[in-house]
């Protein structure tokens, strides 16, 4: 009797925590067709001449259409081209290991990465999220752009898991990363993101203007933790663009420029080209009929999304603008 007792006990504990991480953790599969703004993969451009027209606004791009790129001792020749690819999706959440993007479920790596110690000003209001970062080559699995010079190949991929990273819930050790944050933590700095913020709702972002998230916040630190939590909508966006920046600065996403002969190859980029990237809600709210350059404000289309009794796990897919020479 004594062992059966201590059998079912055991079986509700189990159970309970079970439930626990279940109701903690929601999302869906983002389906690759029904799912994605396509109207985003616009404009296309051949050279500095807009193919198509599209629902935000463009970068710059080469002005001659025809690119000599070197290969060694020779050259080939191609098309310049220019479009916005669906490169990245970012999990966003407060339950560690969420995979919100890939139906809701978590993984068991038991307490590794789930602290939170270390953070210096962890009493001030706020919230903390953790981030996840998909390769997703949708051109690529779709045969969108065939050209080998333009090609992105591979599969959908796990790239960042934040809870593995020490410098993601720690504001003084990120600085290892970017130390350069110590100059924009002060009044003038930050009061001249007002201007990125209304560049950013009206058109792009100002890429001067390199430590601003436009209407979202600020850039730095690269870590989970936002000050005086107004949306949460507001601080999942940020946290992605966050993300982007941080992997930037550390070699793991290159960029291209829409200029002539550097067209031909992607470069690193420790500063991230805030004009050059987009984002669209994927979860659990597809947004299938906008996208938004990165810092513009979520008021215009948070109406319906942001539920006070949400669980906080959302899903981005983020675009980028990609200018390659066409073979």
């Known amino acids: 009797m004594r062992n059966a007792l201590l059998t079912l006990a055991f079986l509700m504990m189990f159970t309970g925590r079970v439930n626990a991480t279940a109701t903690e953790c929601e999302g869906r599969f983002v389906n ?6 396509w109207q985003c993969l616009f404009p296309i451009s051949i050279g500095s001449i807009a193919v198509t027209s599209g629902i935000a606004p463009d970068t710059a791009n080469p002005s001659s259409p025809i690119q000599l790129c070197p290969v060694g001792l020779l050259y080939w020749v191609g098309l310049a081209i220019g479009y916005w690819e669906p490169m990245a999706l970012t999990d966003v959440t407060r339950s560690p290991y969420c995979m919100v993007n890939l139906g809701g479920f978590s993984l068991s790596f038991g307490k590794v990465g789930t602290g939170t110690a270390g953070q210096s000003d962890k009493p001030a209001a706020g919230a903390f999220y953790h981030v996840h970062w998909y390769k997703y080559p949708l051109t690529y ?8 010079g333009c090609l992105q190949g591979g599969d959908m991929d796990m790239g960042y898991l934040s809870e593995l990273d020490p410098l993601w819930n720690d504001s003084a050790l990120s600085l290892v990363i970017h130390p350069e944050a110590m100059l924009f933590n002060n009044l003038i700095a930050q009061g001249a993101c007002a201007a990125d913020a209304m560049a950013s709702a009206v058109h792009k972002p100002i890429d001067a203007l390199f430590w601003c998230a436009g209407s979202h916040g600020s850039l730095y630190p690269f870590t989970g933790y936002t000050s005086n939590e107004f949306s949460p909508l507001q601080s ?6 966050r993300m982007a ?6 070699g793991l996403v290159m960029n291209s420029i829409g200029a002539d002969q550097a067209v031909c190859f992607e470069y ?3 500063i991230m080209p805030k004009a050059r990237w987009r984002y669209q809600m994927v979860n659990k709210y597809p947004d299938v009929a906008q996208c938004h350059p990165f810092g513009r404000t979520v008021m215009g289309w948070q109406s319906g999304r942001n539920l006070p009794h949400d669980r906080k796990n959302f899903g981005y897919l983020l675009w980028r603008k990609r200018n390659c020479v066409f073979l």
């Open 245 to 250: 920046f941080k992997l930037h600065r550390q």
């Open 236 to 241: 999942s966006v940020l946290l992605s663009e």
């Open 268 to 270: 690193p980029s420790p």
């Open 32 to 37: 690759p067709i029904t799912d994605i703004c």
């Open 141 to 148: 699995w779709l045969n969108i752009i065939t050209s080998a």
